[in-house]
């Protein structure tokens, strides 16, 4: 009996029927009380609090794992423990709760690896992987993605293999290794075919146009983005939707086709008249209004876009890659603008700007942003002729780049430190104390790392 319940729970969480399985979870839980079972009433408590995860009522979840760990660990029930702490791990950090996430999932993985449970023990690898991933680590990410990349591959569990060969190469991708990436995403597309679940085949069409539009192959990029959008359409979770858009309208911007620029937005104001209370989407709307504004070559609307993007920095909740994405495009317009004016309130704006992302930045752990906003404090520090300060921000800028793999990110740091240490010493031995003439024209683009660091593909988490 509590084997069917088991499987008709799982067959309703799998197909994101959250609810009904929640139903089914609770009606197997009061028979195993009935037959004061521990390890059914563990078992159920714990697929009740994935459930819950992956419904994002974070409190409730952590509620259930809770209780199934009391009763695993009084019982001697080790593998159900093992099972429970590697989900209370990774809910812990992505809800940004760090604390003894590795004590955790060390000794859920020293319970799997004694019990011989190499699922348990791919399962915890890859959410070493990803936590990694979350806080930086890019060589330990690595390591552990591969571990659960060779475990998937000796079980012949090609869905799994696909999301651990995503997480691999959006590691590569994310350190600026893109031959390597590329390797890994082609070993994707030759087993995504096989895939049973609908919508992961449709977000690896959706992976595979944002990847072609990174390299700029428009024409087959838009094949495959229009083709998962539609497909999205028959679910109701936006997030997937999102990216698929982005880069459509960022392709119609590479194209200058002011038609497909307007159609893009036209179909997000119809997703928020039939969801007229997303707040995400309605931010997402202003935010992509603003990034077709920014780059019409109309003055008027160049304008618009600068308002846009200074009413939504007043904001007080908003995705956090909605956030890096409105300050980064903010700050570029404002450059541009003191390129022409010089006005010391613009500078002082671009100031506050590139503060409030190395904040967020820090806060989530994301290094490629990091260490690009301070790349710009450094620019912003010579401009303000704050000099003293300058070569110690260039080298931490380096330095954490660097130690984090993240090697394309750390060259450009490097070259920039080299030109503007060049400058400094030219205007030394010219005994020019004002450097502001030389450098108002200076040029500061984001690099596509830090504009798109939550680039799907790292994301793409089969996992809460």
């Not at 830090?450 to 799907?456: D, E, P």
Request: glycine content about 4%.
């Amino acid at each position: 009996m509590t084997k069917y319940y088991s499987r008709v729970g799982n067959f309703l969480q799998k197909s994101y029927k959250y609810d009904e399985a929640l139903v089914v979870y609770q009606t197997s839980l009061e028979f195993s009380k009935s037959i004061n079972d521990p390890l059914i009433m563990a078992e159920n408590l714990t697929e009740m609090g994935y459930t819950y995860g992956l419904m994002k009522s974070f409190e409730k979840a952590f509620e259930f794992f809770n209780r199934s760990l009391k009763i695993s660990k009084l019982h001697g029930k080790k593998m159900i423990t093992a099972w429970t702490l590697a989900h209370k791990s990774q809910l812990g950090y992505q809800n940004d709760s760090f604390d003894d996430v590795i004590n955790d999932l060390s000794k859920a993985l020293e319970i799997c690896t004694a019990l011989g449970n190499i699922h348990c023990e791919d399962y915890i690898y890859n959410i070493m992987g990803n936590y990694y991933l979350k806080i930086g680590e890019f060589k330990e990410a690595l390591k552990y993605q591969i571990k659960s990349y060779k475990m998937r591959k000796k079980r012949q569990n090609k869905l799994e293999m696909a999301y651990a060969l995503c997480s691999i190469a959006g590691i590569y991708s994310h350190c600026g290794d893109i031959k390597k990436a590329n390797h890994y995403i082609e070993k994707i597309f030759l087993i995504q075919e096989d895939f049973s679940d609908n919508l992961t085949n449709i977000l690896f069409k959706s992976i595979k146009g944002e990847i072609l539009a990174e390299q700029g192959k428009i024409k087959e990029a838009s094949y495959y983005l229009e083709k998962a959008l539609k497909k999205l359409e028959d679910f109701t979770d936006l997030n997937q939707r999102y990216w698929s858009i982005h880069f459509l309208i960022w392709i119609a911007i590479i194209k200058v086709d002011k038609k497909k620029q307007n159609q893009m937005l036209k179909y997000i104001q119809n997703l928020i008249d039939f969801y007229p209370n997303n707040q995400n989407l309605m931010l997402f709307f202003k935010l992509e209004r603003g990034i077709v504004f920014k780059y019409s070559r109309d003055t008027y609307k160049e304008l618009l876009a600068k308002q846009i993007f200074s009413e939504l920095t007043t904001q007080k909740k908003m995705k956090t890659w909605i956030f890096i994405e409105l300050i980064v495009h903010y700050i570029e317009i404002l450059i541009r603008e003191f390129k022409y004016t010089h006005k010391d309130e613009i500078l002082e704006n671009i100031e506050d700007l590139s503060s409030r992302l190395l904040a967020i930045a820090e806060k989530q752990k994301l290094v490629a942003v990091i260490s690009e906003a301070l790349l710009l404090k450094a620019i912003l520090a010579i401009e303000k002729n704050e000099i003293s300060s300058v070569r110690s921000i260039f080298t931490k800028a380096q330095k954490i780049a660097h130690e984090k793999g993240l090697d394309l990110l750390a060259q450009k740091i490097s070259d920039e430190h080299d030109n503007y240490i060049d400058l400094l010493d030219n205007s030394a031995r010219s005994h020019n104390v004002s450097l502001g003439s030389k450098i108002t024209n200076f040029r500061f683009v984001f690099s596509k790392i830090t504009r798109n660091f939550q680039f799907q593909i790292i994301l793409l988490i089969p996992y809460f």
